[in-house]
């Protein structure tokens, strides 16, 4: 739109340039306003008749609308100058008919700054939400990561010691193996000699009779 604004703008001003050109002129020596009429594209100059001549004036529209009446004067060069003025008036509606979608476009770039800059402002903040989260949850990490280790350790720690409990059990436990082989042993050898025990006290018995005996046979 600003480039078509620009265009126009410069149209504009060439076509005032040459109406000014086109007045010197008549001023200087007078133009021919036929061939100035013909040369007013777009524009049509009839003459309706009359004494003198009644110059009407009119907008070509195209096949699609109606052709539109500019003015009726008895002097062409008065129909040629209205004809250059409606169209410098047609160009300037133009170019305000260019301008108001191009403000309308400024206002909505301007909206779509300040909704931008709110919605930046809001994920700025949405973001700091979010790292002050993301830190706690960190914190988090890190205090059940130390937890963690220091559950390993302690399991570590029991793990070994069960491992000196279980070498005591077994050593403990092959103590008392040789204890009882040795109470065994022992158990054994009281058997034998209460064995030896009896046999002795048998044979004393059978000697103290005999004793007996060879005293009362004295």
């Known amino acids: 739109m600003t480039k078509i604004s620009k265009v126009l703008v410069v149209f504009v001003t060439v076509a005032s340039v040459s109406f000014m050109g086109v007045a010197f002129i008549n001023l200087r020596g007078g133009p021919n306003w036929e061939a100035e009429a013909a040369k007013m594209t777009g524009y049509v100059f009839e ?3 009359g004494n003198p001549p009644v110059w ?12 539109t009446d500019v003015t009726t004067t008895k002097v062409l060069a008065e129909a040629v100058v209205a004809a250059r003025n409606d169209r410098l ?3 300037q509606a133009e170019i305000a008919a260019a301008t ?29 939400e979010l790292a002050e989260v993301l830190k706690g949850i960190n914190q988090q990490a890190d205090a059940q990561t130390l937890q ?8 570590r720690e029991i793990s070994d010691e ?22 065994y042993q022992i158990e054994e ?30």
Request: proline share 2%.
């Open 148 to 155: 963690g280790l220091q559950l390993a350790r302690r399991v």
């Open 189 to 218: 050898q009281r058997r034998h000699l209460q064995d030896w025990l009896n046999v002795m006290s048998g044979v004393l018995d059978r000697l103290e009779s005999r004793n007996q005996q060879l005293s009362r046979g004295n």
């Open 100 to 128: 108001e979608p191009q403000e309308d476009l400024r206002n909505q770039i301007g909206t779509a700054k300040r909704l931008n800059r709110d919605h930046n402002v809001a994920m700025t903040n949405r973001e700091n």
């Open 89 to 91: 008036t047609r160009l």
């Open 162 to 183: 069960a491992a000196d409990r279980r070498e005591d059990v077994f050593r403990l436990t092959t103590n008392l193996h040789e204890i009882q082989t040795d109470r």
């Open 47 to 49: 003459n309706t008749g």
């Open 56 to 67: 009407k004036v009119t907008v070509r529209r195209g096949d699609a609308g109606q052709p």
